[in-house]
């Protein structure tokens, strides 16, 4: 898997978000929260992933926007080292429940520990 987030990577249908949120589990990792579904997508692509900051807690566009952008960033940056050896398809959602403003390094050691959950339950879900 490469370090890229491009357009066919990106969760779109809203069909298949409003899916999510009602069929999909959920694993957080305090302020990150990861609501995934298992599906099978025509392009062939492993994960499709959107992101997602609450407007109750941030007000202002430009803070819910820099949130998202380190929230995809992370994304980018850790999804080769945790989905290489999945064989499955999947619909996740990434959502920011927090109230603070995250760093960067803040958001990758989240990332890290909500894609270290994910695999356990996925692990676990399979025996």
């Known amino acids: 898997m490469k370090f890229t987030f491009n357009q066919k990577e990106k969760l779109k249908s809203k069909k298949l978000i409003e899916q999510l949120f009602t069929e999909g589990k959920s694993v957080s990792a305090f302020p990150l929260r990861l609501v995934y579904l298992p599906t099978i997508f025509d392009d062939g692509v492993l994960v499709k992933t959107g992101v997602s900051v609450s407007k109750?807690?941030?007000?202002?566009?430009?803070?819910?926007?820099?949130?998202?952008?380190?929230?995809?960033?992370?994304?980018?940056?850790?999804k080769a080292v945790h989905f290489n050896n999945l064989t499955a398809s999947y619909a996740f959602m990434i959502l920011y429940i927090g109230k603070e403003k995250p760093t960067l390094t803040e958001m990758q050691t989240r990332m890290k520990q909500l894609f270290e959950k994910f695999s356990k339950n996925i692990s676990e879900e399979k025996n």
């Open 56 to 78: 109750r807690h941030f007000k202002t566009a430009v803070d819910r926007n820099r949130i998202k952008r380190l929230m995809r960033e992370s994304y980018r940056l850790n």
